[in-house]
């Protein structure tokens, strides 16, 4: 089954996602991985609202917490620390979608702000979707 590009209609502004981000304590976001990977078959994004550099030993915590609340497995591939991410509004979709702007030309032309993000490989059985019928999903967390 092949994965449908999600459409985008616009950016947020740079203005616009510190209004988005008003309150929201994180985005959870489950996206299927790439083929290769049976055992982790899901890509998590966590985008916590802040851009502060997080000590390790909090990560752990913080990356435990969600661990057991979502029943995540053990992560491969984990990168946490603060890069930045832009926002895409669609019209199929109720909140916007945050975007880890990897590529250099992305954060030349996508406007952004930093946050931490912990993004990482694992399975679990609460991102169903996700495995098995290849969409993409993200959940806001509000304070």
Excluded at 8 to 24: C, F, G, P
Excluded at 26 to 38: G, T, V
Excluded at 103 to 123: C, G, W
């Amino acid at each position: 089954m092949e994965a449908k590009a999600i459409k985008t209609d616009r950016y947020l502004s740079t203005a616009d996602i510190q209004e988005q981000m008003q309150n929201v304590e994180y985005i959870i976001m489950a996206a299927p991985a790439p083929e290769k990977f049976k055992k982790t078959p899901i890509h998590f994004t966590i985008f916590l609202n802040t851009a502060e550099a997080i000590p390790k030993e909090i990560q752990k915590e913080v990356l435990d917490k969600f661990r057991n609340e979502h029943k995540i497995a053990e992560p491969e591939a984990l990168l946490s620390q603060i890069m930045p991410v832009g926002f895409a509004v669609s019209s199929a979709h109720d909140t916007p979608m945050p975007m880890l702007l990897i590529k250099p030309e992305d954060q030349r032309s996508i406007p952004h702000v930093p946050i931490h993000v912990m993004d990482f490989l694992a399975d679990s059985e609460e991102f169903h979707e996700a495995k098995e019928k290849n969409l993409t999903g993200w959940s806001y967390a509000y304070e």
